[in-house]
Every structure is written in structure tokens, then in C-alpha cells.
């Protein structure tokens, strides 16, 4: 079944970039989505960029647009989350998340999700 597995978070000062990753196993077909959410204490689980894995085509929150890019390693099967100019409101778990066919900014619409990586800003 599929798997997800994020790495890349840690302590940052804000204004510096950092890269996540999450490798995905157990899936082949190119028609699904991928997904990154993220959650604060205290916080709902909130969504933060997709991208459609067959063509590339990326969807953002307007919170990390311009900040954030998401990309995907077709022949890894990885799909990254780019974040620069970091700020202490980033910190967050964050999570990698997957469906099948099209984008969802609904987390409930997600069946399959990473363990998460912790992302922690300082100002």
C-alpha cells in the first residue's frame, strides 16, 4: 500500500530556506495528487501547496505564495516543498499527504499521509 516518509525539517532562524521531502512507495500511475499540509500547536491541520503528479501543475495557500514551491522527482517518486524567507508563523508539523485524481485543499479528502516532519522558525 502507499507509503509516505517526510525528512528535511529542523531549527531555523526566519529569513533562511529549508527543503522537505517526502518519498512515496507502493504507488505507480501518474493520476494522483500529492500534497503538503502543515499544523501548529494548538492548530487545525491546514493546507499548504499540491501538485498534480501527472503534469506538474501546483497549487498554493496564499500564506506560503511566493515563499514556497513545491516540485516532484517523477523518477524518484519524491515531491518537495521549497520554503524561503521563513517566519516563527511557519512552525508547524508538517505533513506530506496523497489521493488519487484531482487537487484538494481538504485535508479529510486525503486517505494517505506521512508521519510528519517538524518545522521550527526563530526569530
Known amino acids: 500500500q502507499v507509503r509516505l516518509v517526510e525528512s528535511g525539517g529542523g531549527l531555523v532562524q526566519a529569513g533562511v530556506s529549508l527543503r522537505l521531502s517526502c518519498a512515496a512507495s507502493?504507488?505507480?500511475?501518474?493520476?494522483?495528487?500529492m500534497a503538503w499540509f502543515r499544523q501548529a500547536p494548538g492548530k487545525e491541520r491546514e493546507f499548504v501547496a499540491a501538485?498534480?503528479?501527472?503534469?506538474?501543475?501546483?497549487y498554493y495557500a496564499d500564506s506560503v505564495k511566493g515563499r514556497f514551491a513545491i516540485s516532484r522527482d517523477y523518477a524518484k517518486n519524491t515531491v518537495y516543498l521549497q520554503m524561503t524567507s521563513l517566519k516563527p508563523e511557519d512552525t508547524a508539523v508538517y505533513y506530506c499527504a496523497t489521493k488519487i485524481l484531482g487537487v484538494s485543499y481538504n485535508r479529510d479528502n486525503y486517505p494517505y499521509w506521512g508521519q510528519g516532519t517538524q518545522v521550527t522558525v526563530s526569530s
Open positions: 501538485i498534480r503528479w501527472s503534469d506538474g501543475l501546483t
Open positions: 507502493g504507488r505507480t500511475f501518474s493520476s494522483y495528487t
